[in-house]
């Protein structure tokens, strides 16, 4: 099979309109589609991470067990471009850092590691 994948992560969350502010605050992305229920959050005109309202299941079923803690064993990992920059968003944000900015050995590169508003582990790494 010869094909092109892009991954489309979906996770679920107890508020799409606060989450969506908090991704794009944190990505200096923008909302491609709002409201309560589901979002995009786009950067550069493309869909990087989608958000989906914990309880809904829609045509599909939920996506997440309401009685579950969200968050535990995911990181959402994201490789940015320029990440003293990215750095700097994160902080004028006032996101929640779990481990500053640091070198990973392991990867071979530099990376800060954050919570968004339901607990889910953020990389942002270059």
Request: with cysteine.
């Amino acid at each position: 099979m010869s094909a092109t994948i892009r991954t489309q992560t979906m996770i679920a969350v107890t508020d799409v309109e606060k989450s969506s502010a908090w991704y794009c605050a944190v990505l200096g992305a923008t909302s491609g589609h709002g409201g309560p229920e589901y979002e995009q959050i786009m950067v550069d005109g493309t869909m990087v991470l989608q958000l989906h309202k914990l309880e809904l299941g829609h045509h599909h079923g939920t996506i997440g067990d309401p009685s579950l803690p969200l968050g535990n064993g995911v990181a959402v990992w994201f490789e940015v471009d320029q990440l003293a920059a990215a750095v700097a968003q994160v902080k004028a944000a006032g996101a929640t850092i779990q481990t500053d900015l640091h070198h990973n050995p392991n990867a071979g590169h530099e990376e800060i590691w954050l919570r968004d508003p339901d607990n889910y582990l953020v990389v942002l790494a270059g």
